[in-house]
Each structure stands twice: as structure tokens, then as C-alpha cells.
């Protein structure tokens, strides 16, 4: 079964400066997708990024990017330029390309707070 | 565009009771449809999932069930509720396209049993 980990449950950054979100995954598949996801007070889970593993190039979202090191199944989300909106919880998810087995498995979360 | 709706908001149930939590979908036909909770402080949990109309699948064995009565409209009830049912419900949907599948989420149900 598929593990994915977020070692940092809280973060904090000054606003407009950068901050790395750590996350790492174990599986035996070579092929399936990372996610991070941010939930923000009002709870609704919003997809910030996607990542197809058999791609070697990071994903980018304006301000928001990957570091994808596939070999040591490391998926990290860098927030650059951070606004006072970014403070959430972000949640790292995986899921497999097998069919029938499309679920999200999704690590703890680590909290973000943004320093103004 | 595509839309999830989930009612209730909020719901505050005596242990014991039923219950029914609706999610529907707009804008999209023959979704996959999921059902998360989340405890208090930590990630999520996949509870059921649905490929199509009448097609169930239950991840963690506990006193809920759902059901896909139509296309885009997936229940969770269970007939008695648990003090440890309590937490925040989540209904995303996804459309796979070719091997690309991403997960939206709807805005959620927050569920406290007494």
C-alpha cells in the first residue's frame, strides 16, 4: 500500500518571501500522480498542483511549483512571493494510474501561517 | 462549468440517530464519485467510492454506507450514529480522461454527534 508523509505539521513564512512544503511518498508503482491540495479555514479541499510521474519537468502554477525527485520519492511545493491568502493547510496525495484503484491517499497535512 | 454541492453545512446529531448526507454534481456526466472524512487535525480518509450508478465501493468497514441513487448523486447515511462518526465529510468527484484523473472537492458537511 501506498504511505505518503508530511514531516512538517506547521510552517510559518514572512509574507512575499519563499517557503518550501516537504513531502514524501512510498510506493512500488512507477507510474501515478501527486497532488497538493490546500484547505483554507472554510475547509473546502482546492487543488493547487498536479504531478504525472512519468514526467520529468516539474509542474508550475504562477506562484506555486514542485520539486519532484522521483527516485527518492520526494514531492516538495514551493510557494513563492507568499500572500497572506496562502495561509491553509496543504495536504500532499498520491493515487495510483492502476484502474480501480483511483483513490487519494493523503498525508497529515502541514499548517501554513503567513507572518505579515 | 463543473459544480459539487453538499447539504447540509453543518449538522449536529444525537448518537443513535440516522443519517443522511447528500453530494450532487453538475456539468458532467458519468463522474467518479468519493466520499472522504476528516477528524479534527488530521488528513483524509476515503470512506466510500463510486464509478457508476449503483457501484460501491467501501474502504473502511464502520456503521456507514453510501449510495448512488443517480449519475451525479452520491448519499452517505448510516442508521446509527457513533460519538467517533463526528468529523468533517468530504464529496469530491473526477472524470478520467485518457490516464488524467484529478479529484474536486466539495465544500463539506461538518457532522457533531452528542
Known amino acids: 500500500a501506498q504511505t505518503v508523509t508530511q514531516s512538517q505539521p506547521e510552517m510559518s513564512v514572512q509574507e512575499a518571501e519563499t517557503v518550501t512544503l516537504s513531502c514524501t511518498y512510498d510506493t512500488s508503482e512507477s507510474d501515478y500522480y501527486l497532488f497538493w491540495y490546500k484547505q483554507p479555514p472554510s475547509r473546502q479541499m482546492i487543488l493547487v498542483i498536479r504531478q504525472e510521474a512519468y514526467k520529468q519537468q516539474n509542474a508550475t502554477e504562477n506562484r506555486f511549483s514542485v520539486n519532484f525527485q522521483k527516485a527518492a520519492k520526494s514531492f516538495s511545493l514551493k510557494i513563492s512571493d507568499s500572500q497572506l491568502g496562502d495561509a491553509a493547510m496543504y495536504f500532499c496525495a498520491y493515487r495510483s494510474t492502476n484502474f480501480g484503484n483511483e483513490k487519494l491517499t493523503f498525508g497529515t497535512g502541514t499548517r501554513l501561517t503567513i507572518i505579515p | 462549468s463543473q459544480t459539487i454541492h453538499q447539504w447540509p453545512a453543518t449538522l449536529v446529531q444525537p448518537v443513535g440517530s440516522p443519517l443522511s448526507l447528500e453530494c450532487t454534481v453538475e456539468?458532467?456526466?458519468?463522474?467518479?464519485l468519493y466520499w472522504y472524512r476528516q477528524a479534527a487535525g488530521r488528513g483524509l480518509q476515503l470512506l466510500f467510492y463510486?464509478?457508476?450508478?449503483?457501484?460501491i465501493s467501501s474502504e473502511v468497514p464502520q456503521n456507514l454506507s453510501a449510495s448512488r441513487p443517480q449519475d451525479r448523486q452520491f448519499i452517505l447515511s448510516s442508521k446509527k450514529l457513533l460519538l467517533s462518526d463526528s468529523g468533517f465529510y468530504l464529496c469530491a468527484w473526477s472524470v478520467i480522461q485518457g490516464t488524467h484523473e484529478t479529484q474536486y472537492f466539495g465544500p463539506g458537511t461538518r457532522l457533531l454527534v452528542l
Open positions: 456539468g458532467t456526466s458519468n463522474p467518479n
Open positions: 463510486s464509478v457508476g450508478i449503483g457501484q
